[in-house]
């Protein structure tokens, strides 16, 4: 009987760590790469030289267009089961952020 409780405690204790699995932290690595490069290139495009005579709103789109090879590959990490309201908002935040960075170049005031 003490045997038994033996095994049992260490079968139970041994799928412990099964719920951190390796392809997971993985993909977090590649979602983080993803928007570190998507956020790189809309600062690039925010502050490209010859843009200051420009609507911010304009230059942010402009942005996130230029950007979008970076948006689909960030989609593609983040979003593995294809579901279009993710889709959706992650290109709601490359524009968000499309602005921000406008802003910010511009030396203005960002949203509050």
């Known amino acids: 009987m003490r045997r038994m409780f033996v ?3 260490l079968f139970v204790t041994a799928c ?4 951190v699995r390796p392809e997971n932290l993985g993909r977090k690595v590649e979602i983080n790469k ?6 790189n290139c809309l600062k690039q495009q925010a502050s490209a030289d010859g843009t200051n005579g ?5 230059l942010a789109h ?3 267009l ?14 593995t089961d294809g579901d279009s ?14 602005r921000k960075y406008v802003m910010q170049a511009r030396g203005l005031t960002t949203f509050q």
């Open 16 to 19: 412990e760590g099964s719920f």
């Open 54 to 58: 420009i609507d911010p709103a304009t």
């Open 7 to 9: 095994l049992l405690v």
């Open 85 to 98: 309201k993710v889709t959706l908002s992650i290109r709601q935040d490359t524009e968000f952020r499309a």
């Open 34 to 39: 993803s928007y570190e490069a998507r956020d």
């Open 66 to 79: 230029a950007c979008e090879k970076e948006t689909e590959r960030l989609i593609a990490a983040a979003n």
């Open 62 to 64: 402009a942005a996130a």
